[in-house]
């Protein structure tokens, strides 16, 4: 989408839009990119090159990053926004349908962190120890020197680099489970040469993440394992725990059921 239909949209959007509402949920699939950053952020924070990079550079900073805020609008001014997206009605459905069953389950799992061979796309390996320090005691996790996770019965994380992520449909994943790869351009949902976010949801994540357009391999521009997973765990929902693990949002397009809590307390 360009930048000035996208204006004119998200105005038409803004007038109708309650003061008392804190996030959008976009309910298609395309498009996914407006302009040079992705559609979730140009709805969160209005369309702004500041989030955009041509080349290798910092972008914006969001202001909600790894925040205790659950109303961003009133706190930051943001109405984060995420994409229930999907090849058709049947498959956003059952999106939808997993994050309900999540709610308030607080399901066991393992969250799974794999360093993979591939070292451009392996950065956020960093910051595995600290998840597993955070954690100790509260949730399983698993780190694992590999670039395949096959047969797994208990996905709740499954966070990974790589362009193609080979064996996820052989996992079983829990409701609410949230799963990405990092590589650079697996937020172009449809059409794109490396795998897209889109298959996370097909194999039966509730969530995922992907950049829309090459964003080198920053890792503030991607999900923080540690920050999501704590804040999942501490009861945030979907949108509200994945969203405050990216630092530098302007090129990224979150995907899921937002509203999906599954750690929620009662």
């Known amino acids: 989408m360009s930048s000035s239909e996208f204006k004119r949209v998200y105005q038409q959007v803004i007038e109708q839009t309650p003061a008392s509402a804190q996030a959008y949920a976009l309910t298609w699939t395309v498009p996914y990119r407006v302009g040079c950053m992705s559609i979730t952020t140009a709805f969160a924070a209005g369309y702004d090159p500041a989030f955009c990079a041509a080349g290798c550079k910092a972008t914006k900073a969001s202001p909600w990053f790894n925040s205790a ?3 961003p609008f009133d706190d930051y001014g943001w109405r984060p926004a995420m994409m229930l997206a999907g090849s058709g009605f049947d498959e956003v ?7 309900v069953a999540a709610d308030n389950t607080h399901p066991p799992g ?10 451009a796309r392996n950065g956020r390996a960093g910051y595995y120890g600290a998840a597993i320090r955070a954690q100790q005691g509260r949730f399983r996790i698993e780190r694992l020197e590999s670039d395949m996770l096959v047969d797994r019965p208990d996905v709740m994380f499954y966070f990974t680099g790589l362009a193609q992520v080979k064996g996820i449909k052989t996992n079983t994943y829990r409701p609410g489970a949230i799963a990405d790869h990092l590589t650079s351009t697996s937020g172009r949902l449809t059409g794109g040469s490396q795998m897209s976010s889109l ?18 391999a920053f890792t503030e521009k991607f999900p923080r394992p540690d920050v999501v997973i704590d804040h999942y765990l501490d009861g945030d929902t979907l949108i509200e725990a994945y969203w405050k693990s990216v630092a530098w949002p302007g090129q990224g ?12 307390k009662p």
Do not use: M, N
């Open 69 to 71: 805020s659950h109303r």
């Open 93 to 99: 459905k059952a999106l939808i349908d997993r994050g």
């Open 110 to 119: 393992t969250a799974y962190l794999l360093s993979t061979s591939d070292q």
């Open 199 to 216: 298959r996370w949801l097909e194999a039966g994540a509730t969530g995922s993440y992907g950049t829309v357009i090459e964003p080198c």
């Open 253 to 264: 397009v979150f995907i899921g059921e937002p509203l999906a809590a599954p750690f929620a």
